[in-house]
């Protein structure tokens, strides 16, 4: 697996984005039910969101956020930065190591 920082930075204003929350959050909840998102939430101020996700390839992940309702009603763009990680939390090494 490969592991990625994923980044959402607001393309509307705030108001509408809020709008579609319940379902971009319904939809991500499905990531987490396929073990691709880690922890999830929006940025402070509240411009966008970062996400801490893995998956088979960096097009696989794109997939994915193609689908996102942040994405399908062009309310936010998305950022993909694929990292190595070397040190973890003894809790998260399940997640990190799963093949």
């Avoid at 579609?20 to 691709?36: E, F, I, K, N």
């Avoid at 939430?41 to 097009?59: D, H, N, Q, W, Y």
């Amino acid at each position: 697996m490969k592991h990625f920082i994923v980044e959402i930075n607001y393309l509307v204003p705030l108001a509408r984005v809020q709008e579609s929350v319940p379902a971009h959050r319904a939809y991500l909840q499905t990531g987490y039910d396929a073990g691709l998102l880690l922890c999830s939430g929006p940025k402070v101020p509240a411009t966008g969101g970062f996400m801490l996700a893995r998956a088979a390839s960096f097009e696989a992940l794109q997939d994915f956020f193609a689908q996102d309702p942040f994405s399908t009603e062009r309310l936010a763009s998305f950022a993909f930065s694929e990292f190595q990680p070397v040190k973890r939390q003894g809790w998260a090494e399940a997640w990190f190591s799963e093949a």
